[in-house]
């Protein structure tokens, strides 16, 4: 079935390092949705992908939808403590647009 | 942040005991879900709903049922707590079918023991 799946699961970084996460699936991704979950909160929307080798920067960072939409990444630039949290993508599931389908996550943890 | 409150926030209830969640909206948003995240299990969705009365199951719907009598309000109700149902517990809420972003509240805490 259809699934969507992100690595690493675990990232630590030092403060101003860079940092990337990526999404894979082995069937066409439609509607790439990214969230930030915050340690102790709830998650946040960041920003969606529809288009094939889509490009979209926020600040320092960077989301990357796949030329075959395979895949996509978010990769941060130097780092700061305010980027931890965990990371997750969600594409829209095929055989029902009400739901998404949602990747376990990565967790970055940041040394300052 | 968008108007969505859960309540309780946190809950500690006994094995065998009925628990009913609330979700409130103020946004008038159609969709509204309900999740449950686990360590190592990311976001699973429970149920949702795409309008009043109008409400289906998620990948883990066994041992909850919900209920959607209003827009704004969206229940989620465990008939008979299980410690495997330990859990914390995310709504959110969107405007159009997916393709727009989901808002979520702060979520529920809730322990079963």
């Known amino acids: 079935g259809q699934q969507v799946m992100q690595i690493p699961q675990y990232q630590h970084v030092q403060e101003g390092e860079d940092f990337t996460t990526y999404c894979n699936s082995s069937?066409?991704?439609?509607?790439i949705q990214w969230y930030k979950q915050r340690p102790g909160g709830h998650p946040v929307f960041l920003i969606q992908?529809?288009?094939s080798g889509e490009v979209k920067k926020q600040k320092r960072l960077t989301f990357q939808f796949g030329e075959a939409k395979k895949n996509s990444s978010l990769h941060i630039t130097a780092t700061q403590t305010t980027d931890v949290g965990t990371y997750f993508c969600a594409d829209r599931n095929a055989g029902n647009n009400r739901k998404l389908i949602w990747g376990l996550g990565t967790s970055l943890a940041v040394n300052p | 942040d968008a108007g969505i409150t859960q309540s309780p926030r946190h809950k500690v209830t006994e094995t065998g005991t009925p628990v009913t969640l609330r979700c409130h909206q103020t946004e008038n948003h159609r969709y509204m879900y309900w999740y449950r995240q686990d360590p190592g299990h990311g976001l699973r969705l429970i149920h949702y709903?795409?309008?009043?009365?109008?409400?289906d199951k998620g990948e883990v719907s066994d041992g909850y049922s919900v209920s959607r009598s209003k827009t704004e309000d969206f229940l989620l109700t465990l008939e008979s707590a299980t410690s495997s149902q330990t859990s914390v517990y995310f709504c959110?809420?969107?405007?159009?079918?997916?393709?727009?972003?989901?808002?979520f509240g702060q979520g529920t805490r809730l322990t079963v023991v």
């Open positions: 069937t066409t991704l439609s509607n």
């Open positions: 959110a809420i969107s405007e159009l079918e997916v393709g727009t972003e989901a808002f």
């Open positions: 992908l529809v288009k």
């Open positions: 709903s795409y309008g009043v009365k109008d409400t």
